[in-house]
């Protein structure tokens, strides 16, 4: 989905850092910010020169870098690169996160037995890799640049209404909610309301780290996943192009007075109460 690069939507002379760009739903939102105008450098564990040639191959100036967001000197340097090679960074989309089977409860893994070290790693990626480290680092920058920003961060529905099985992933998403809203009241009030904070709450999209709980292995849907459909009013999974709009319009001017929210992209999800 191409987005229209008129008036107060437009991202001519920005540049993005889009932390976990290389992952499906990262790589369709640098896309987005692309196509509206932005410079965008795609950073993540792996497949960041793949990113980076797909977007040049739509004629979007980009640049991908290798970094984990969980070592701090590494996103550091991919800031540094991002800022070297493209342009002060503008615009920071916090797409680093997921779940994992040894933290999701099943038939053979009761909750009282899942290990602590995997709800840690749950609760880390999420929230310290997915969108602490790279707002302070990145929030530095912009707070001393006092140039506009906008930090987005990426959180889920399950963030507002529990899902079963996952309480590690539910969990980090709803403080990825209130770290937002509390980046966004501080960095207002201490900067002047230049930098704004917002957050993508992403309903049900088919990816790698949740296709095990909503496909068999024959692409069949799970009774979870017949459950998402039944409960989604536009009875389908999202498909990574309906997050563009959302994150250009956080990204952009015409968001220039939003701060401090959270952007359910659903389908209706969390307005139907299944009556």
């Known amino acids: 989905m191409a987005v229209s690069n008129q008036s107060g939507f437009s991202l001519d002379g920005r540049t993005a850092l889009v932390a976990g760009g290389t992952g499906v739903l990262g790589l369709a939102m640098a896309e ?18 793949e990113a980076q040639a797909s977007l040049e191959s ?31 960074v503008d615009i920071l989309v916090n797409a ?7 933290a999701t409860t099943s038939k053979d893994l009761s909750f009282f037995d899942i290990p602590l070290e995997a709800m840690e790693k749950i609760v880390g990626l999420n929230l310290f890799a997915g969108a602490i480290i790279p707002s302070q680092i990145a929030g530095k920058a912009m707070a001393k640049s006092g140039r506009n920003a906008s930090i987005i961060n990426i959180s889920s529905m399950n ?33 002047g309301g230049k930098i704004r904070v917002n957050a993508i709450a992403p309903g049900f999209f088919l990816t790698e780290q ?28 999202g498909e990574p192009s309906d997050l563009a709009g959302a994150v250009v ?18 389908g209706g999800f969390s307005a139907y109460s299944g009556v």
């Open 96 to 102: 680093v996160g997921g779940n994992m089977k040894e």
């Open 249 to 266: 319009w956080l990204a952009s001017d015409a968001s220039a007075f939003v701060t401090g929210t959270v952007i359910p992209v659903d």
């Open 210 to 237: 949740n296709r095990f709980l909503l496909t068999e292995k024959d692409g069949a849907l799970t009774e979870r996943g017949k459950s998402i459909i039944g409960h989604t009013p536009m009875g389908r999974f």
């Open 32 to 49: 987005a910010l692309g196509q509206a105008g932005a410079k965008v450098c795609v950073a993540g564990l792996s497949g960041f020169s």
């Open 58 to 88: 739509k004629g979007i100036k980009a640049l991908g870098i290798s970094m984990d967001a969980f070592d701090r000197a590494q996103v550091e340097a991919a800031y540094h690169r991002a800022v070297s090679e493209l342009g002060p």
């Open 159 to 191: 963030s507002f209404r529990p899902l079963t099985r996952i309480a590690g992933y539910s969990a980090a998403k709803a403080a990825v909610n209130n770290f937002t809203q509390w980046l966004a009241v501080y960095l207002a009030q201490e900067f």
